[in-house]
């Protein structure tokens, strides 16, 4: 038994009982990644002598009105795209191999003002451009399930390391599922909230319009706190909105009676496994016997997605990548006589295949001749896609479907062709694109690997993906499976 | 098929101020090809009287009072510059 098998609720009782203390909780993260991070590989940077001595000066509050909150003296792992003050951040990237942040995205200080500790820095796709943690500059995690399978990404290392109980929860981004994606492959909760609920101040920018950090837990209720303490307006972000945070664990009621779901058919139909397809099936007999009602619908623009979405995350990361040029910050190329020529090798040394990839196609589609026919086309495709949901969320609740085609594949098997990775995103990206909140829940397994149930909800209402995801779980047992490792 | 030609990539890694061999030039031709192949679905689409959505969420600018406050410290700005003399950062020569 670790203590982390205990939700986050739990552990702060026991904390205030006197039963257990911040020191050793953060004694079970470094001990738990001492005995498997060498096998998993989740953690890019540790942070230990700083998160010790925060727990000691933790301890000395217990029983104040410091003390109070929920999150008070746990142990936290954060995405390496996140910006720490102070604690090397490298979006997995040669380019910032030794970049040390002067200051906190807004979510870090979030955390800190809810006394989490931060135990380190996770590892991911370079840039957060993957699925699979195969493209991280630096090292491949792998999924603490089956070792030879991916865990999953771009937050890869964030879902690996909750799943390998290193930590009790951890934030990722998802741009196009880079959080439900690897939640689903390693058995774990990972929600994407809606576009504009957390600041994305700090975050390094991958594709502006559709990023969104958010948590990955053991359990809906964490996830629940968690979010909790990141959401909100931020006048940093000029994206965040100004809508108000309500109570997310108080939505987590337990009740679905009458509760309206949607099954889009395109999110069971070709190329979702079989195992896969009957697991969500299973999942919608347990809520209808809960008392919710579904249905089948269309979300008819849903083929068109992945197209809509490389074009502009790869327009919008070309945008923004441009930032990496040697000058300010981060690695410079020692070659280099002229300005442009330290430009060019720079980014040609410093950047991984996958990155200059989508440097080079979003380059391409916002380029002269080419913008109208591929970015704005693009642009008017996810117009469309928007409007699907928004239309079936004119009569139903939630959206339910798979959280991938497939559970974790085998590490290596899709790495040369870049469009068959790209597949794997195919039922999370349509809810970046229309910008509205989802989470994956653990619905079973198969092969002995973990499958995700999505759960979709209308913008600014993840208190009802909550409420369904919580539901679903009191009536289940898989999101309480541990790997063997 | 869409065809990217290898003059075309080197176009675009010039415009994005990316290094790329004659090897890499070669590669990215062929998979850009096939990437762009696969957008090209979108031609399906009817969008003659659709808007473009650039942003999901209903936004209006907000203006915030112009109030000064202080920047960061050279110092600090200077920490990660790869190359600094006399508070600047340098870089190789602009101007031949």
């Known amino acids: ?316 990361a070309s945008a923004n990548l441009s930032r990496f040029d040697g000058v300010r910050y981060g690695y410079r190329s020692p070659n280099a006589e002229t300005l442009i020529d330290l430009y060019k090798n720079t980014r040609a040394e410093g950047f991984g295949d996958e990155v200059k990839r989508r440097i080079m196609l979003g380059t391409f589609a916002l380029s002269s001749g080419y913008y109208d026919a591929y970015y704005k086309k693009a642009q008017k495709a996810r117009t469309l896609i928007k409007k699907d949901f928004e239309d079936v969320f004119e009569k139903y609740d939630v959206i339910v479907g798979p959280t991938t085609p497939t559970p974790a594949f085998s590490i290596g098997s899709k790495i040369s062709d870049p469009l068959t990775m790209y597949i794997n995103d195919i039922l999370t990206i349509p809810v970046n694109l229309a910008g509205v909140p989802g989470i994956s829940v653990p619905c079973g397994f198969s092969n002995g690997m973990p499958l995700g149930l999505q759960i979709i909800g209308k913008h600014f209402d993840e208190s009802t993906v909550y409420r369904v995801a919580h539901a679903y779980e009191q009536a289940t047992d898989y999101h309480k499976q541990k790997p063997a490792l | 098929m869409t065809k990217i030609t290898i003059d075309e990539v080197k176009h675009v890694a010039n415009l994005a101020r990316l290094g790329i061999t004659d090897e890499e030039a070669e590669k990215f031709a062929e998979q850009l090809g096939a990437i762009i192949t696969f957008a090209e679905q979108l031609n399906e689409l009817d969008t003659d009287n659709v808007e473009p959505t650039s942003h999901v969420l209903d936004m209006k600018n907000v203006m915030r009072e112009d109030i000064a406050k202080p920047g960061l410290p050279v110092e600090e700005v200077l920490k990660n510059a790869p190359a600094h003399e006399y508070g600047q950062i340098k870089v190789p020569a602009i101007i031949e």
């Open chain 1, 1 to 316: 038994m670790s203590l982390f098998d205990h939700k986050v609720s739990d552990l702060h009782e026991l904390l205030h009982k006197k039963e257990i203390t911040v020191s050793d909780l953060v004694d079970e993260s470094y001990k738990r990644i001492q005995e498997v991070d060498d096998k998993v590989q989740a953690f890019l940077t540790l942070d230990e002598e700083r998160a010790r001595e925060t727990a000691k000066s933790l301890d000395n509050k217990i029983g104040t009105d410091e003390s109070k909150g929920l999150l008070f003296g746990m142990p936290i792992g954060v995405k390496d795209n996140i910006v720490t003050k102070d604690l090397r951040t490298t979006c997995a990237s040669k380019i910032l191999e030794n970049f040390d942040p002067i200051y906190n995205a807004t979510v870090v200080d979030h955390l800190h003002k809810a006394e989490t500790i931060t135990i380190g820095k996770l590892n991911m796709d370079e840039f957060a451009m993957g699925s699979s943690n195969e493209n991280s500059g630096f090292q491949k995690t792998f999924n603490p399930w089956n070792l030879e399978k991916v865990p999953g990404g771009s937050s890869g290392g964030s879902a690996a390391a909750v799943a390998a109980g290193e930590v009790p929860f951890s934030l990722g981004s998802d741009t196009g599922g880079s959080i439900r994606q690897p939640a689903s492959f390693c058995g774990v909760v990972g929600l994407k909230p809606t576009y504009g609920r957390v600041s994305r101040f700090g975050l390094v920018a991958f594709a502006s319009s559709l990023d969104q950090i958010g948590p990955i837990t053991r359990n809906v209720e964490d996830n629940a706190y968690l979010l909790q303490a990141i959401s909100g307006l931020d006048p940093m972000d000029s994206t965040s909105a100004n809508v108000e945070v309500p109570n997310f664990v108080q939505a987590l009621t337990g009740d679905v009676k009458g509760l309206r779901i949607a099954v889009p058919k395109e999110y069971l139909g070709e190329g979702v496994e079989e195992e896969v397809r009957q697991s969500v099936l299973d999942a919608l007999k347990v809520l209808e016997k809960q008392g919710a009602v579904w249905e089948e619908v269309s979300l008819p623009h849903s083929k068109y997605a992945l197209a809509t979405y490389y074009l502009l995350s790869s327009s919008e």
